[in-house]
């Protein structure tokens, strides 16, 4: 079993350093294989936490024996991710689909800091017996979806402004 954790500053080049040390620790652990569906589902998390969290993130990277992966991505933020439905030719809205199509199970596990956003990839790349945390779901279903000043804080920024941004200043958090 291998185990690796760091933490970045909310911005937008923090994104690419927390790829680059999943992609590292997984070739440093002989597993490469892993690296793809990793490294894409911690810069989707990674991502999120900078856009819409605005906090700080960790990463947390742990292989075990068996060969599954655990990641699992913290911010400071207690606002659970909600699946949302866009037009096919939205540039954003993809992000929990995309976590869902690359692991077996996931989930959101709130904490006294904020919340975990966990996911389980295993190697040969099926999904296998897909789960997702019923807590977090009961709590998503049941959020009002706005916060303490009466907004929605997944899609808007502190200064009122719509939480996203246009499709070039997005894919720049990808590069």
């Not at 866009?86 to 692991?103: C, K, M, P, S």
């Amino acid at each position: 079993m291998h185990r690796a954790e760091c933490a970045w500053p909310a911005t937008p080049q923090s994104v690419r350093s927390a790829r680059a040390f999943v992609q590292s620790q997984l070739e440093e652990w002989d597993s490469a294989d892993l690296a793809w569906p990793a490294v894409s589902i911690v810069s989707e998390l990674a991502t999120n936490a900078v856009l819409h969290a605005r906090t700080e993130f960790s990463v947390e990277v742990e292989l075990l024996a068996d060969g599954r992966l655990h990641l699992r991505v913290g911010d400071r933020s207690s606002n659970i991710p909600i699946r949302r439905h866009y037009d096919e030719e939205a540039a954003t809205g993809r992000g929990i689909a995309l976590v869902e199509a690359l692991t077996a199970e996931w989930g959101i596990t709130p904490t006294d800091a904020g919340k975990v956003v966990w996911c389980v990839v295993v190697p040969d790349g099926g999904a296998g017996s897909r789960t997702t945390d019923t807590r977090a779901q009961s709590l998503a279903a049941h959020s009002s979806g706005t916060d303490e000043r009466g907004t929605d804080p997944l899609a808007t920024f502190d200064d009122g402004s719509d939480g996203f941004l246009d499709v070039s200043a997005h894919l720049a958090f990808a590069a």
